[in-house]
């Protein structure tokens, strides 16, 4: 088994179980990822799979969606997808390498400012629109929106299972926006999909047990692991490539 084959299931692994236990671990994938495939060409891979955990979210959680919270994200969020791919048309893989890193950084340290000073600003009038630009524009660069997708809905007052569904619902529709987006950039194409194909019984996996650990963690340390560990990655390609 070759080295890309490796990093695409350890992907799918922490894909699923990211997505079905305490989430946070998006910062870790697209690096695992590039281990094999350094540059752009591994949004390619796991956008797809992205789609597959989506889909499997909005089967379980596909009550209480926040359309009009949604209606105020999308259209700002579909703009932002726009922008980062404009920009990664004009990337090269050496200087996409350390942006990405310094976007996971600053996504980091923005889950550690909602830890000690939760705000009220994201329920400004133009809060949807920023957040919704900004989210799309990350989430098309680096797949690391989630702490700033999760920070503009959690100050909605939602409630849990309203705050669940209408994020995974969110993001599935962010991600089908960008599969074009990457076709158009020749990012996509018969091997990064047969990549993809391969990485979805990892994805399954990591599904079932995130789902069956997220009663039996200790969210506090864990969410400090994957901290150190998204810390570590981003640094390596921020500062090495």
């Known amino acids: 088994m070759d080295l890309a084959l490796w990093c695409v299931l350890a992907a799918g692994l922490v894909t699923g179980f990211s997505k079905f236990s305490v989430g946070g671990m998006g910062l870790l994938i697209l690096p695992l990822l590039m281990i094999a495939m350094p540059g752009p060409e591994a949004l390619g891979v796991i956008v797809p799979m992205y789609i597959a ?110 705050y669940v569904s209408t994020r995974a619902w969110g993001f599935m529709l962010i991600n089908l926006a960008k599969l074009p987006m990457l076709a158009s950039l020749g990012l996509i194409s018969s091997e990064s ?8 019984p990892a994805l399954a996996t990591g599904a079932a047990v995130g789902y069956w650990l997220l009663r039996r963690l200790n969210l506090a340390q864990f969410k400090w692991l994957i901290r150190i560990m998204a810390s570590i990655a981003a640094l390596k390609l921020f500062a090495f490539g």
Do not use: C
């Open 53 to 162: 955990t989506d889909l499997m979210a909005i089967v379980m959680y596909r009550r209480e969606i926040a359309w009009k919270v949604l209606a105020g994200l999308l259209p700002p969020a579909l703009a932002g997808v726009v922008l980062g791919s404009w920009l990664l048309s004009e990337l090269d893989a050496s200087a996409f390498t350390p942006l990405l890193g310094a976007l996971i950084l600053g996504m980091l340290g923005l889950g550690l400012w909602l830890d000690h000073r939760p705000t009220a600003l994201m329920r400004h009038p133009l809060a949807a629109r920023l957040t919704g630009l900004v989210a799309g524009f990350i989430s098309m660069i680096a797949n690391a929106a989630g702490p700033l997708f999760s920070l503009y809905l959690l100050e909605q007052r939602l409630s849990k299972n309203a």
């Open 193 to 200: 999909l047969q990549l993809s194909l391969w990485g979805l």
